[in-house]
Each structure stands twice: as structure tokens, then as C-alpha cells.
């Protein structure tokens, strides 16, 4: 079975620190990788997404880092916030027609003030 | 901003009662999913369709059952609802010919006494 493992379960950083989420997934056929963020009481949304094409993509504070051979990528929050707190999934899919995610276990971030 | 729509949001009811959770979405997106989450935990996949008249199990077994007889409109049926059933229920959509970025509604939270 296809799978995405995801790690901390769950993380606490203080306000300004960075958290680091990790994700391993094991299908080489994978070729795109979002990152999710939900917060209490609502579905997920989509936050941040990579091709492998590229070892890294930034959006403001989020960022995501690929390794291709070691078929491992991570998200990174730079100078976390308590508004980031949240439960944070993994995905990986294929990007063909009629394709589905396979989305990792979920890690919940709690950034102290 | 994602249009995709779940009611109830919140519904409480007692054993053996069948219940329809109802999703709804205007983005015309041919592929829909229900997932099952306990608050902040992992998505399990629960029940999937990529068109009209289509629909398939997904990862985890599950006692309900769905319909897909127009694109837009993909509801979810216990015939008898038990106390395990209690959890939150989160419809998703996704475009058939793009990678697999998923669209969810804000859940319905069941609870089963």
C-alpha cells in the first residue's frame, strides 16, 4: 500500500521558533507533494505544494524542502506564530488524470505565545 | 476560495436512526471524497467517486454508503447509526485532469448516543 509517514505527531515550539515537520513516502511514482493546514473546526486546506522538479519552494514563512533520493520533504514555519497552530498533513500523488492523495498521519503544532 | 458546502454542521442523534450527511460543491469538480477524522487526528479515506454513477470504497471500511447521481451533489447514508459512528465527517473535491489538490468543506460533526 502506498503510504506517507509523518513525523512529530505533534510539536510545540515557542512564538518565533521554527517547527519542522517531516514526511517519507515510499512510492517513486509520487510527483506532487502538498502540504496541508487545519485548524479546529474546519476541513484542511490546501497551504503550500512541490514538485520535484525543485529542492525547495517558499511562500512568506512556509517552506518546503525536498530530497528526491532520500524520498523525504519537509515543511518549515519560520518564525511561528500562535495563529499557526494548527494540525498540519502531508500528501503525495501522482500527477496524472484521475489520480488520488495519499496524505500522511498529521502533526499538531502548538506555538506558545 | 474553495465552494464546497456539508450539512448539518453538527448533528446529534440516537442509535438506529439513519442519518444522510449532505455535500454540495459549484466548482464542477469531477472527483469527490468523503473522509472520517476524530478532532485534529488522521483522514481516512472512507468513500471516493470520480463522476456521475461512480463510486468506490476507499482505505478504511465503513458501514455508510454514498451516491453520485449528479456531479455537484455527493451525500453520505448510515441506515443505522451506532455510538462508533460519532466523528467528524469531511467532504472533499478535486479536478479529474490536474494533480490531486483537494477541496474540503468544513465537516459535519456527528455525535451518536
Known amino acids: 500500500q502506498q503510504q506517507v509517514k509523518q513525523s512529530p505527531q505533534s510539536l510545540i515550539v515557542q512564538k518565533g521558533g521554527i517547527s519542522i515537520i517531516n514526511c517519507a513516502y515510499e512510492n517513486t511514482a509520487f510527483d506532487y507533494f502538498p502540504w496541508y493546514q487545519q485548524f479546529p473546526g474546519k476541513g484542511p486546506a490546501l497551504l503550500i505544494a512541490?514538485?520535484?522538479?525543485?529542492s525547495e519552494k517558499k511562500e512568506g514563512r512556509f517552506t518546503i524542502s525536498f530530497n528526491k533520493s532520500a524520498k523525504q520533504f519537509s515543511l518549515h514555519i519560520m518564525d511561528s506564530q500562535p495563529g499557526d497552530s494548527a494540525t498540519y498533513f502531508c500528501?503525495?500523488?501522482?500527477?496524472?488524470?484521475?489520480?488520488?492523495?495519499?496524505f500522511g498521519e498529521g502533526t499538531q503544532l502548538t506555538v506558545n505565545p | 476560495e474553495a465552494d464546497i458546502y456539508q450539512t448539518p454542521r453538527y448533528l446529534v442523534i440516537g442509535t438506529g436512526k439513519k442519518i444522510t450527511l449532505e455535500c454540495s460543491q459549484t466548482?464542477?469538480?469531477?472527483?469527490m471524497y468523503w473522509y472520517q477524522q476524530d478532532p485534529g487526528m488522521e483522514l481516512h479515506l472512507i468513500h471516493y467517486s470520480y463522476g456521475v454513477n461512480s463510486t468506490e470504497k476507499g482505505d478504511l471500511s465503513s458501514e455508510s454508503t454514498v451516491s453520485r447521481i449528479r456531479t455537484e451533489h455527493f451525500p453520505l447514508t448510515l441506515e443505522s447509526a451506532r455510538p462508533s459512528h460519532t466523528s467528524q465527517y469531511l467532504c472533499?473535491?478535486?479536478?479529474?485532469?490536474?494533480?490531486?489538490?483537494?477541496?474540503f468543506g468544513p465537516g459535519t460533526r456527528l455525535t451518536v448516543l
Open positions: 500528501a503525495a500523488g501522482v500527477e496524472t488524470s484521475g489520480s488520488r492523495l495519499t
Open positions: 512541490i514538485r520535484p522538479d525543485v
Open positions: 466548482m464542477g469538480h469531477d472527483k
Open positions: 472533499a473535491s478535486s479536478e479529474y485532469f490536474e494533480p490531486d489538490t483537494q477541496y
